[in-house]
């Protein structure tokens, strides 16, 4: 049968209470561990490794009393009284025996190593004997467990009493839930407690990291903001803001959401590890930790770190080509035409009816270009071909294209204008007079019609828009036979401008599949 969450409290308050004795307790196990490991490695002399070795032993040991000893599973919810104080009374005396070879051992490791001059060895060696006198105070103060399954006395110290409430609140229950190898990575250390700080940072030095540390939540969280770091390893139980409330802040956080959290804590209930995972922690390490795991798991979380940014890196280049591409149709299309073939991948063609067609052609192009370098003549075309566009869009022309020396340009056709031939003829005046300004000194020939026509888009991997039809050739013939150095109209679009011009009839010119074809010249506007 299963219980309420009302029923569920008491046994959740002694829970969270033997989770808190555990992790106490673990604290300077894992120092102990944790040191003489790094004296083990550092290849100590012949002579002291065999001590080093029982010290590592008796961590050993404590750590399997405390796993087994302070197991709410063990106990049980309805453990009598005789059975919570033969607990702690067998906590008591079976931790102490360990401890004490720890210290004993330790101390006279510590009296060679200073008698040698080791300071390095000295300094580790009392790291553990400080942790062994630590652990020794906890277990002679360690409290009684009441026949009500909690505390018979409150932690003393109110700070740990507050963590205890934060990280029990901030835990849902499972029927809670049900309801409602890389190195060099900069890793960010952050647990309350200095000497594991110290001892994980080390670590992470001998394995190629480069570790910061950050002594609480508010801290860790002020550094990920102003600082960049590869990896987060996060205890849980820590004051003001434990180790829940920092995750949950980094993955709502933007700009932290993606950056990988490894848990490290002595809270070893399957509800906390789950609990870390679902709100967006890569991983999950009790402590004391195992040296070959921890590199491991922070190296797979590195390489999914690495992954992702280059996922990333991609998807920002795949977007700016992206951009650039959308660019470059937009310089070669109009923008109705770009956002259509973006859309269907198709352009259909249209009929304008109303489109006034300008060409204009050097005069004696082949003659300048044949005694000149190739780099010359691209070089002055450029700077005729910049001019016309920036005339072009000055008066609501659109340029079609170029096609060697010849330029061609529109009036209403993406836009609407009162009078295209209008603006085409003062386009064109200022495209005379723009090209003898230049250093190359040209004669330019325009010539100018209006009437109806087809546009649209042209090729399968090289875009062109372009138009077709016989006001197109009309006023290519028209520029053809006109008077150079001048701008020259068909007779029907000289009428369409005659109250805004000064010009003359340059008679009836044959034209090639035309006959006979009167063009005018345009001297002036008034």
């Given at each position: 049968?299963?219980?309420?969450?009302?029923?569920?409290?008491?046994?959740?308050?002694?829970?969270?209470?033997?989770?808190?004795?555990?992790?106490?307790?673990?604290?300077?196990?894992?120092?102990?561990?944790?040191?003489?490991?790094?004296?083990?490695?550092?290849?100590?002399?012949?002579?002291?490794?065999?001590?080093?070795?029982?010290?590592?032993?008796?961590?050993?040991?404590?750590?399997?009393?405390?796993?087994?000893?302070?197991?709410?599973?063990?106990?049980?919810?309805?453990?009598?009284?005789?059975?919570?104080?033969?607990?702690?009374?067998?906590?008591?005396?079976?931790?102490?025996?360990?401890?004490?070879?720890?210290?004993?051992?330790?101390?006279?490791?510590?009296?060679?190593?200073?008698?040698?001059?080791?300071?390095?060895?000295?300094?580790?060696?009392r790291r553990i004997h400080g942790a062994a006198?630590?652990?020794?105070?906890?277990?002679?103060?360690?409290?009684?467990?009441?026949?009500?399954?909690?505390?018979?006395?409150?932690?003393?110290?109110?700070?740990?009493?507050?963590?205890?409430?934060?990280?029990?609140?901030?835990?849902?229950?499972?029927?809670?839930?049900?309801?409602?190898?890389?190195?060099?990575?900069?890793?960010?250390?952050?647990?309350?407690?200095?000497?594991?700080?110290?001892?994980?940072?080390?670590?992470?030095?001998?394995?190629?990291?480069?570790?910061?540390?950050?002594?609480?939540?508010?801290?860790?969280?002020?550094?990920?903001?102003?600082?960049?770091?590869?990896?987060?390893?996060?205890?849980?139980?820590?004051?003001?803001?434990?180790?829940?409330?920092?995750?949950?802040?980094?993955?709502?956080?933007?700009?932290?959401?993606?950056?990988?959290?490894?848990?490290?804590?002595?809270?070893?209930?399957?509800?906390?590890?789950?609990?870390?995972?679902?709100?967006?922690?890569?991983?999950?390490?009790?402590?004391?930790?195992?040296?070959?795991?921890?590199?491991?798991?922070?190296?797979?979380?590195?390489?999914?770190?690495?992954?992702?940014?280059?996922?990333?890196?991609?998807?920002?280049?795949?977007?700016?080509e992206k951009k650039r591409s959308d660019e470059?149709?937009?310089?070669?299309?109009?923008?109705?035409?770009?956002?259509?073939?973006?859309?269907?991948?198709?352009?259909?063609?249209?009929?304008?009816?109303?489109?006034?067609?300008?060409?204009?052609?050097?005069?004696?192009?082949?003659?300048?270009?044949?005694?000149?370098?190739?780099?010359?003549?691209?070089?002055?075309?450029?700077?005729?071909?910049?001019?016309?566009?920036?005339?072009?869009?000055?008066?609501?022309?659109?340029?079609?294209?170029?096609?060697?020396?010849?330029?061609?340009?529109?009036?209403?056709?993406?836009?609407?204008?009162?009078?295209?031939?209008?603006?085409?003829?003062?386009?064109?005046?200022?495209?005379?007079?723009?090209?003898?300004?230049?250093?190359?000194?040209?004669?330019?020939r325009v010539g100018i019609h209006a009437g109806?026509?087809?546009?649209?888009?042209?090729?399968?991997?090289?875009?062109?828009?372009?138009?077709?039809?016989?006001?197109?050739?009309?006023?290519?013939?028209?520029?053809?036979?006109?008077?150079?150095?001048?701008?020259?109209?068909?007779?029907?679009?000289?009428?369409?401008?005659?109250?805004?011009?000064?010009?003359?009839?340059?008679?009836?010119?044959?034209?090639?599949?035309?006959?006979?074809?009167?063009?005018?010249?345009?001297?002036?506007?008034?």
């Amino acid at each position: 049968m299963t219980s309420s969450a009302g029923e569920a409290r008491p046994d959740r308050a002694r829970d969270a209470l033997l989770a808190h004795l555990r992790h106490e307790l673990r604290t300077p196990v894992n120092a102990i561990l944790g040191y003489s490991e790094m004296l083990l490695e550092d290849e100590a002399p012949g002579r002291v490794r065999p001590d080093l070795q029982k010290i590592q032993a008796g961590g050993r040991t404590l750590l399997a009393l405390i796993n087994e000893l302070l197991d709410p599973a063990r106990l049980g919810p309805a453990a009598s009284p005789e059975e919570l104080e033969a607990a702690g009374a067998r906590i008591r005396h079976d931790l102490r025996t360990p401890v004490n070879a720890i210290l004993g051992y330790s101390e006279m490791l510590l009296e060679e190593a200073e008698a040698s001059g080791e300071d390095a060895s000295a300094d580790d060696l009392r790291r553990i004997h400080g942790a062994a006198t630590r652990l020794l105070a906890l277990v002679d103060d360690l409290v009684s467990l009441s026949a009500g399954g909690g505390p018979a006395t409150a932690p003393r110290d109110a700070q740990v009493s507050t963590m205890i409430a934060q990280a029990v609140s901030s835990l849902r229950s499972l029927e809670e839930q049900e309801r409602g190898r890389v190195e060099g990575g900069r890793i960010l250390v952050v647990d309350d407690n200095e000497i594991n700080r110290d001892m994980l940072s080390r670590r992470l030095v001998r394995q190629g990291y480069t570790p910061f540390s950050a002594a609480d939540g508010r801290e860790a969280l002020t550094r990920l903001r102003a600082e960049s770091f590869d990896l987060v390893l996060l205890d849980i139980l820590m004051p003001e803001m434990n180790g829940y409330q920092v995750l949950e802040e980094m993955k709502g956080d933007p700009a932290l959401r993606h950056l990988p959290v490894i848990m490290i804590s002595a809270l070893d209930e399957v509800e906390s590890v789950v609990r870390c995972i679902e709100i967006g922690a890569e991983d999950y390490l009790p402590k004391p930790f195992n040296p070959v795991l921890l590199r491991a798991r922070i190296g797979a979380s590195l390489e999914k770190k690495r992954l992702r940014d280059r996922e990333v890196l991609h998807l920002r280049q795949i977007e700016a080509e992206k951009k650039r591409s959308d660019e470059l149709l937009h310089v070669i299309l109009p923008h109705d035409i770009v956002e259509e073939l973006k859309r269907s991948g198709a352009v259909a063609p249209r009929r304008h009816h109303d489109v006034a067609v300008l060409f204009c052609d050097i005069v004696g192009f082949t003659p300048y270009s044949a005694n000149r370098q190739p780099e010359e003549i691209v070089a002055a075309l450029q700077l005729l071909f910049e001019a016309y566009e920036e005339l072009s869009a000055r008066h609501e022309m659109y340029k079609i294209k170029t096609i060697g020396d010849s330029f061609m340009s529109t009036a209403g056709l993406i836009a609407p204008v009162p009078n295209p031939v209008l603006s085409a003829v003062r386009c064109g005046l200022e495209m005379v007079r723009a090209a003898k300004d230049l250093p190359a000194g040209w004669d330019v020939r325009v010539g100018i019609h209006a009437g109806p026509v087809v546009a649209g888009v042209v090729g399968r991997k090289q875009y062109l828009y372009d138009l077709w039809g016989d006001t197109v050739n009309t006023a290519a013939r028209v520029e053809s036979h006109g008077s150079k150095a001048g701008v020259n109209l068909s007779a029907s679009a000289w009428e369409r401008v005659r109250d805004h011009a000064q010009g003359r009839s340059l008679g009836l010119v044959p034209v090639k599949g035309k006959g006979e074809m009167e063009i005018w010249r345009v001297d002036a506007l008034v």
